[in-house]
């Protein structure tokens, strides 16, 4: 990564952009709909990030693109899970997506004086299991899965102290 300029991530930027924007519709067999309508919306979030870094950027905001840039390092490695399990993987971010709100819930209640009926209601939903649902809450296990050398997870972890987004 030191031989690259700031300028070759920018051009490298712009260019995944372009070919994202261009590309067309997404087709998919029947058996991967779920996987592949879920990959391609966070495929879908990481390209207009990446846009919306670059006109911060050039707005003069480069230290208020860290948190889009830590985002987007999260979303790509996830990318990873459902595009190796298939439809095991969406059915894991969507059980995650469920519990979400119960583990929300419990810091409220701890933080704030929440009507008890709310918690109850939150906690009450059902939540699905699934057997990758385990593995999906763990993100540090996302990236040792596609980064045995824990590459991404070093960056990602660096992202929000950084003074400076890297390249761009």
């Known amino acids: 990564m030191s031989g690259v300029t700031p300028q070759q991530y920018r051009e490298a930027a712009e260019n995944l952009i372009a070919d994202y924007r261009a590309a067309g519709p997404v087709e998919t067999k029947r058996h991967r709909y779920r996987s592949v309508l879920l990959a391609h919306g966070w495929c879908t979030e ?28 999260g979303t790509t490695v996830s990318l990873q899970w459902p595009s190796q399990k298939g439809d095991a993987g969406a059915a894991a971010v969507f059980a995650e997506g469920g519990r979400m709100p119960r583990a929300a819930a419990e810091n409220m209640q701890k ?21 990758e649902s385990e593995i999906f809450r763990r993100f540090q296990a996302q990236c040792d899965e596609s980064d045995p050398k824990r590459e991404l997870y070093s960056v990602y972890r ?11």
């Open 111 to 131: 933080a704030f004086n929440v009507p008890q009926d709310l918690i109850d209601a939150i906690k009450g939903a059902p939540v699905e299991k699934t057997d």
């Open 158 to 168: 660096f992202l929000p102290d950084n003074k400076e987004p890297p390249g761009l």
């Open 46 to 73: 990481v390209h207009r990030l990446a846009e919306a870094v670059l006109h911060l950027i050039d707005s003069g905001y480069r230290h208020e693109t860290l948190i889009l840039l830590r985002t987007m390092v």
